[in-house]
Every structure is written in structure tokens, then in C-alpha cells.
């Protein structure tokens, strides 16, 4: 609902983006109308003081996710219409690819542990304050980095739901999307910075592999080993392929190509094969249709096979 201003004697309400409320006219953000003097530039505002229908705030993470939305369902489509430019759709598909596989490692690592247990918790607590404080850094890159310094700060300190890999990776990738998209916005520095900031970016969180291996190795205890009976991988994967061991000459492929010149055959049996395919083989249902036997025998890496994971 709107009403017009021109001739109002209210001073606060005054202002040229009110007069006569043309089309497009947009409300102020700071004005309240129990409250006229929340607005400091009064007469001189440019935005409307008048009743406007607002839209509510979807707040932080409903923005991230409205905006991850948009970007694959402009991507997907192909329309000569998108509003998005080329070079932040190629920046995008690193953003929104390369950190969930990246996080998907690190909770490969974490399965040494018992979830919820207190080893489990502080791990997962170092990996999350680590990517919010590499997510801060790229929004220091943003053109309007000083407002979202601000109102970092203001933000209370993280609760227990910050221990959240899944939400933390959600707003990780928002916050650099974003960034991308402001700096491109912005026009000031020339595409190839953007890319090597993303880039820089995308390097650091992958280090966290890396840091988080020294934080297991410095634990006071290691990692529960499991018990096995199978004398070899293969034993193992065959075991829990059931009806699909056509699968089994694929799954024995990718896993050599992970694990070369890095892990021990023994190493490869105890941890490898019980991460990469134990509660994944277990939930696999039979598969019958030879299509999706196809993708799956062309898979490239482990992690394109898109075993179930929930």
C-alpha cells in the first residue's frame, strides 16, 4: 500500500523520493514512522518515508540460499536473457563446487571419530571457526567492506550451532559468491584480480585438509582403528556390493588412483576402503537399469560415483 505525499506539512515526510511516489519509488530502510527522526537525512533523503507493503528479510542465510538458487537455475537454463555475467557464472562454478568437495574431505576424516564425541566436537568446532575466518577475508575484498566490517562486529559472538559443517559451508560460499559479484559490480578491479582473489581463497580452504591432519596427529589419543576380518580390500568392498559386484571393478580403480604413493596396502584396507564405502555400500539399493550402470562405470573419481550419503 502506498500514499502520496505531495503537500504533506509533515517535514519528515518531505523528501523528493516521495513526492508523488513514481514508479519504482523505494522505501527508506532507516526510516520508522513511530520514530521520524530514525532517518538523519531527513528532507534531503532520496528514498520514501511514505507506507510501503516491505518485504521481509530473509535474512542471512535464506539470502545465501536464494542467491545460490538463482545462480544454478540461470546457469541451467542457458537463457540469452540472464542477468548474470560470463565471467561470474565460470567464478560461480568453482565457488558452489569446489568447497562442498573439499568439506566432503574433511568429514571423510572425521569419521575416525565418534560423532558427537569430544574429539569429534573440538575438530569440528577448529574446521568451522577456520572457514568463517576465511570467509571474513574474502568479504574484506568487497567494495563495501567497511559496512560489513561493521556489522560483523555487532554480530554476538558464535553459539554451539556454529559447530555446523553443513551451514558453515552454505554461508562460506554465499560469502564469496557475493564478494565475486560485488567486486565484478563494481567494475573497479579488472576480472583476472577477481579470479585470483577466489582463487587464493579457494587454496586456503583447501589447506584446512592439511591443518586438520596435524590436529588429528596431535591428538592425545588416535583414532579408534577398525577391527577387520576381510585380508584385503577387495574382500571388504565385495562383501557389501551383494547385487551390484559389477561395480566392484570400478570401485577398486578409483580408490588405487586416490590412495597412490600414499597410503600402505594395510592402510589402505583399515581406513580407505571403510571411509570411502562402508555406510555407502551398505544403503546402495540393486541397480538394474543399464543407463545409470553406465555413469556409474564412467565415473572418473570417487567422488563423482555420488554413492548415497544420508
Given amino acids: 500500500m502506498m500514499r502520496s505525499l505531495a503537500g504533506s506539512s509533515d517535514p519528515s515526510l518531505r523528501n523528493p523520493g516521495s ?43 535464506g539470502r545465501h540460499a536464494l542467491q545460490r538458487r538463482q545462480y544454478l537455475e540461470s546457469v541451467e537454463s542457458q537463457a540469452s536473457s540472464s542477468t548474470i555475467r560470463p565471467e561470474l557464472a565460470q567464478i560461480g562454478a568453482r565457488i558452489y563446487q569446489e568447497p562442498r568437495l573439499i568439506v566432503e574431505r574433511l568429514k571423510r576424516k572425521l569419521r575416525h571419530y565418534e560423532p558427537s564425541s569430544s574429539d569429534w566436537a573440538e575438530k569440528v568446532q577448529f574446521l568451522t571457526q577456520e572457514i568463517r575466518a576465511i570467509g571474513n577475508k574474502a568479504q574484506d575484498a568487497r567494495p563495501d567492506s567497511s559496512r560489513v566490517q561493521k556489522a560483523r562486529d555487532e554480530q554476538p559472538p558464535p553459539t554451539n550451532n556454529d559447530a555446523d559443517l553443513e551451514s558453515r559451508l552454505k554461508w562460506y560460499e554465499g560469502c564469496l559468491y557475493l564478494t565475486a559479484k560485488k567486486m565484478l559490480e563494481s567494475e573497479t578491479p579488472p576480472v583476472e584480480d577477481v579470479e585470483r582473489l577466489v582463487d587464493a581463497n579457494l587454496r586456503e580452504l583447501a589447506g584446512l585438509e592439511k591443518k586438520l591432519d596435524q590436529q588429528i596427529a596431535g591428538s592425545a589419543q588416535e583414532p579408534p582403528r577398525i577391527a577387520w576380518e576381510e ?3 577387495e574382500a571388504f568392498i565385495q562383501k557389501h556390493l551383494v547385487q551390484n559386484s559389477w561395480l566392484l571393478p570400478k570401485l577398486l580403480e578409483l580408490l588405487s588412483l586416490e590412495v597412490a604413493d600414499r597410503l600402505t596396502e594395510k592402510e589402505l ?4 576402503a571403510w571411509n570411502h564405502f562402508h555406510d555407502e555400500l551398505q544403503r546402495l539399493p540393486e541397480i538394474t537399469d543399464p543407463s545409470v550402470r553406465s555413469l556409474f562405470k564412467e565415473a572418473a573419481s570417487l567422488e563423482a560415483l555420488h554413492l548415497p550419503t544420508s
Fill in 19 to 61: 513526492l508523488g511516489h513514481n514508479r519504482g519509488c523505494k522505501p527508506c530502510n532507516k526510516f520508522k514512522p513511530e520514530r521520524p527522526e530514525s532517518c538523519k537525512k531527513g528532507d534531503t533523503c532520496t528514498f520514501c518515508h511514505g507506507e510501503h507493503e516491505r518485504p521481509k528479510h530473509k535474512g542471512q542465510r
Fill in 231 to 233: 585380508p584385503t580390500a
Fill in 269 to 272: 584396507k583399515e581406513m580407505e
